[in-house]
């Protein structure tokens, strides 16, 4: 973890950059889980897709890029950085 290099603050300090560093951490894991489920059946099929019209071809295909857009929920982003100042 990257909070364990600071080396010349306070211990309070390095204590709370410890515990953030930890904390989005764990949301970045819990975003992956996410995201891997929801497109867990459409990896499997690509796969299969892929291996049934690409079997025996070379490496060389061009591929078609595919874009996909994807609608954020700006506010719920948006809330796990805000930060009470007071």
């Known amino acids: 973890m990257q909070a364990y290099h600071w080396t010349l603050i306070p211990s309070h300090l ?3 950059i ?3 560093a930890a904390e989005h951490a764990d949301t970045e894991c819990s975003w992956l889980t996410s995201w891997s489920n929801l497109w867990l059946a459409i990896r499997q099929r690509a796969k299969v897709v892929l291996e049934r ?3 025996g ?3 060389t295909i061009d591929v078609a890029v595919l874009e ?3 609608d954020r929920d700006d506010d719920k982003d948006e809330a796990l950085f805000d930060v009470d100042e007071e």
């Open 57 to 59: 071809q070379e490496d």
């Open 18 to 20: 410890t515990a953030f």
């Open 14 to 16: 390095a204590e709370g």
């Open 68 to 70: 996909v857009e994807i």
């Open 53 to 55: 019209d690409l079997k």
